[in-house]
Antibody, heavy 117, light 106 residues
């Protein structure tokens, strides 16, 4: 069974940093691209970032480019999102998701990030 | 970037109704278009991928169609469990983008 468990969310002040993790199990982690998608409270879904199966290619939404860094540790089956220079508008529930060629196969349950003073 | 415009934003319907939700893209792309259902407090649930492919375990009353810049999700006969928010997503090119959502309510 595929399992994705996000962690690392919490309350952080504007300008601060946070690192999210997504622990993956139940599938071959090195065979899939991974994505982060977020949802601000009461709002819609926003794609944030993606990383290729090998980790060699990364992609970002304009809203986070230069501030967020996606990475993966294939030896630990874990996806990361390093978030720096956080803003109030980054407040959201952050989901990790597996993507195969055809579709976003599975999503985690999310970790909440709140940026507030 | 491909912008996705979803309509309507809210849809009032009744059990047994046939409903259609539309997503229009700002430019043509290949059929990497997905539809999700989301209920409060839950992660999105994949319904349709690559425009018309039904995800395993999803009831056959859900169907997807479209091409180019216009895509639709149809629910043939609404059931009580279908009242939720629906999103389209293009994953043809980065940045991947979602529609703004359609809240389906009674």
């Amino acid at each position: 069974e595929v399992r994705l468990v996000e962690s690392g969310g919490g309350l952080v002040q504007p300008g601060g940093s946070l690192r999210l993790s997504c622990a993956a199990s139940g599938f071959t982690f090195t065979s899939y691209a991974m994505n982060w998608v977020r949802q601000a409270p009461g709002k819609g879904l926003e794609w944030v970032s993606a990383i290729s199966s090998s980790g060699g290619s990364t992609y970002y939404a304009d809203s986070v480019k230069g501030r967020f860094t996606i990475s993966k540790d294939n030896s630990k089956n874990t996806l990361y999102l390093q978030m720096n220079s956080l803003r109030a508008e980054d407040t959201a529930l952050y989901y990790c998701a597996i993507k195969s060629y055809l579709k976003f196969d599975s999503w985690g349950q999310g970790t909440l990030v709140t940026v507030s003073s | 970037d491909i912008q996705m415009t979803q309509s309507p934003s809210t849809l009032s319907a009744s059990v047994g109704d046939r409903v259609t939700i539309t997503c229009r893209a700002s430019q043509t792309f290949n059929d990497f278009l997905a539809w999700y259902q989301q209920k409060p407090g839950k992660a999105p649930n994949l319904l349709i991928y690559k425009t018309f492919n039904l995800e395993s375990g999803v009831p056959s009353r859900f169907s997807g169609s479209g091409s180019g810049t216009e895509f639709t999700l149809t629910i043939s006969s609404l059931q009580p469990d279908d009242f939720a928010t629906y999103y389209c997503q293009q994953y043809n090119s980065y940045p991947y983008t979602f529609g703004q959502g359609t809240k389906l309510e009674i």
